[in-house]
């Protein structure tokens, strides 16, 4: 299996060159990757909880959807195993649009007759990553005052899978 190229390579934010139309000739990208985010709405939707603890973004960036997934369920698991089924709400607040691409360039015997070099180089679709801006809500997990440290420890978790620095923020809305 290939292996997926470097973050750094698609790190940057850069313009979202990703038309597609149900007209062939005006669609730039010929197939959408499928998203490997599994949920976003996790916990008990129907409940309404009194704090809210937002993981924010300190960079602008581009981030994998497989590094969203992998917070994700960092995150998930550790609220599920603490708190159970009832106590929390767990939302991802950004959602993978942008399509990544390479030109992928043939090394080796025959690759002459098998690459274009760099004369049409507008690549094939290999992923999908969410734009995030700075300061942007990425996660957010509302639960009440008794699970508050949890649901900090379990966004700290998500944090450390995701390719950028993050800060934490309390709220407390009002219940009725």
Same mark, same amino acid.
């Given at each position: 299996?290939a292996? =997926?190229?470097?973050?750094?390579?698609?790190?940057?934010?850069e313009?979202?060159?990703?038309?597609t139309?149900?007209?062939?000739?005006?669609?730039?990208?010929?197939?959408?990757?499928?998203?490997?985010?599994?949920?976003?709405?996790?916990?008990?939707?129907?409940?309404?909880?009194e704090?809210s603890?937002l993981?924010?973004?300190? &960079?602008?960036?581009?981030?994998? &959807?497989?590094?969203?997934?992998?917070?994700?369920q960092?995150?998930n698991?550790?609220?599920?195993?603490?708190?159970?089924k009832?106590?929390w709400m767990?939302? =991802?607040?950004?959602?993978?649009?942008?399509?990544?691409?390479e030109?992928?360039?043939?090394s080796?015997a025959g690759a002459?007759?098998?690459?274009t070099?760099m004369?049409?180089?507008?690549?094939k679709p290999?992923?999908?990553?969410?734009?995030v801006?700075?300061?942007?809500?990425m996660?957010?997990?509302d639960?009440?005052?008794?699970?508050?440290?949890?649901?900090?420890?379990?966004?700290?978790?998500?944090?450390?899978?995701?390719?950028?620095?993050?800060?934490?923020?309390?709220?407390?809305k009002?219940?009725?």
């Amino acid at each position: 299996m290939a292996r =997926i190229r470097k973050f750094c390579a698609y790190r940057r934010l850069e313009r979202p060159y990703t038309r597609t139309s149900k007209f062939r000739a005006k669609s730039y990208v010929r197939a959408k990757p499928v998203c490997r985010v599994v949920r976003f709405d996790m916990g008990d939707l129907s409940k309404t909880f009194e704090y809210s603890v937002l993981l924010r973004s300190s &960079d602008a960036l581009q981030i994998r &959807d497989n590094a969203i997934e992998a917070a994700r369920q960092t995150s998930n698991r550790l609220l599920g195993k603490k708190i159970g089924k009832g106590g929390w709400m767990m939302k =991802i607040r950004m959602y993978p649009h942008h399509i990544l691409r390479e030109n992928p360039l043939a090394s080796g015997a025959g690759a002459d007759r098998m690459s274009t070099g760099m004369a049409r180089s507008f690549g094939k679709p290999i992923g999908i990553a969410a734009q995030v801006k700075k300061n942007q809500v990425m996660f957010q997990v509302d639960t009440s005052k008794e699970f508050l440290d949890v649901a900090k420890d379990s966004l700290r978790r998500a944090g450390t899978k995701l390719p950028c620095s993050t800060h934490m923020e309390i709220v407390q809305k009002k219940v009725k």
